[in-house]
């Protein structure tokens, strides 16, 4: 059995992580949007393309389905939303879906529930099953169209949505592959963290101070998700509020009341898997253990410069849940210089939705997929 491809892209260095050592393209300055000549056959000009409401329990979600002129039939892959309220014309979902149709893969993009033309509510599951469940139903639409591999069809999900279709694809066997990007391999909490402290460190504050301020989060979060140890909680609180600098990190203080008290235990626990769902359901999710029981290819991509996803973290832990045979082509790929966006990444940490593509990216994703689905003789 052999380990996938854990690679860092750039030009004309080789760079070395984990074990496997990768030439790739570089990321400098943003540029266009990358539409150059294809490497892979059989790239496909137009596609043709259909609505379709899809049913999941008394909710209903809104879909388009883009599949490539031709005889097929073709690998397909569903692309499944972040955290926020998304619809399937948002950039970055439509951008992926025409190119991937463009490029031999027959997509499919879906409203959120609660977002767009679909019904239900994203917030409303105390866990990631429902939304697990909206990218089956979808998934299953996708196989049973026309012109599609039914045994060739996989789940794409970016940020949150990476923890999404993991969960998905350890439940539903008919996923033949996963595409995890900026998403997927650390812990809700460990995500959180990351990006807080990423947001401190990009205002000018010192290690010792952003050191100092997990260790409040640390207490903070623990009551939010237990309604256990208040005293410690607010302890903690106020030795960092008598800090003359506590002005600058108080809006990471995720869990204090606008007033800047805490909600008493007994509102803790009572509204656990309500308001609180950030801290009980979120932070404790791990996605890595879904991702190795799928027993599936993964190709997995992150941005060096993402401010809210940890790139190196997210390589360490899934690279070794993907060493199983059935999971022979996975691909781990770092850009260095790109952030959440898979943009290039701005001063300061901030990003534009609609920007560039960093080079390299769509193809990467694009050939990865035609090449682990080939029909098989």
């Known amino acids: 059995m052999s380990n996938p ?3 860092k892209r750039r030009l004309g260095v080789i760079a070395l992580l984990a074990a496997a050592l990768v030439v790739g393209p570089s990321i400098g300055a943003q540029a266009a949007m990358s539409r150059g000549g294809p490497s892979h056959e059989g790239v496909y000009a137009s ?3 259909h609505e379709v409401r899809v049913a999941n329990g008394d909710d209903t979600l809104a879909a388009t389905v883009l599949v490539p002129e031709g005889a097929g039939p073709f690998p397909g892959v569903v692309l499944v939303h972040g955290s926020h309220q998304a619809t399937r014309a948002m950039w970055p979902y439509r951008l992926h879906a025409e190119f991937l149709a463009r490029g031999g893969i027959a997509v499919a993009i879906y409203d959120k529930r609660g977002a767009g033309a679909s019904t239900g509510n994203y917030r409303e599951s105390e866990s990631f099953d429902l939304l697990a469940k909206d990218a089956e139903v979808v998934h299953a639409v996708l196989r049973r169209t026309a012109r599609v591999d039914s045994a060739r069809v996989g789940l794409w999900g970016r940020s949150q949505g990476g923890w999404v279709v993991a969960r998905a694809a350890a439940r539903e066997p008919s996923v033949a592959f996963l595409a995890l990007i900026v998403g997927g391999g650390v812990t809700g909490r460990e995500q959180n963290i990351f990006a807080r402290q990423m947001q401190l460190r ?3 504050a010192a290690e010792a101070t952003i050191e100092r301020v997990t260790g409040v989060w640390d207490a903070l979060w623990k009551y939010m998700a237990t ?4 005293d410690r909680a607010v302890r903690e609180v106020a030795a960092l509020r008598a800090e003359p600098w506590f002005g600058q990190v108080a ?4 869990g204090l009341r606008r007033d800047g008290t805490l909600p008493d235990s007994a509102w803790v626990v009572a509204n656990a898997r309500t308001e609180l769902t950030f801290f009980t359901v979120v932070h404790p999710f791990d996605p890595v253990p879904f991702v190795r029981d799928a027993d ?4 997995g991509v992150f941005g060096g410069a993402d401010n809210l996803t940890p ?3 997210s390589v360490e832990r899934l690279e070794p849940a993907l060493r199983s045979r059935r999971q022979r082509g996975s691909r781990l790929v770092v850009f260095p210089g790109a952030d959440h966006m898979l943009c290039a990444a701005q001063p300061g940490g901030g990003m534009q939705a609609g ?3 960093v080079p390299g990216y769509e193809e990467l994703v694009r050939d990865w997929i035609l090449d682990r689905m080939r029909p098989r003789d």
């Open 47 to 49: 596609f043709t393309e």
């Open 311 to 313: 790139a190196q973290r």
């Open 5 to 7: 491809i854990v690679e």
């Open 227 to 230: 309604g256990r140890d208040r």
């Open 296 to 299: 599936i290819p993964v190709l």
């Open 202 to 204: 990009n205002g000018g």
């Open 251 to 254: 809006e990471t203080m995720a």
């Open 355 to 357: 920007c560039d593509f």
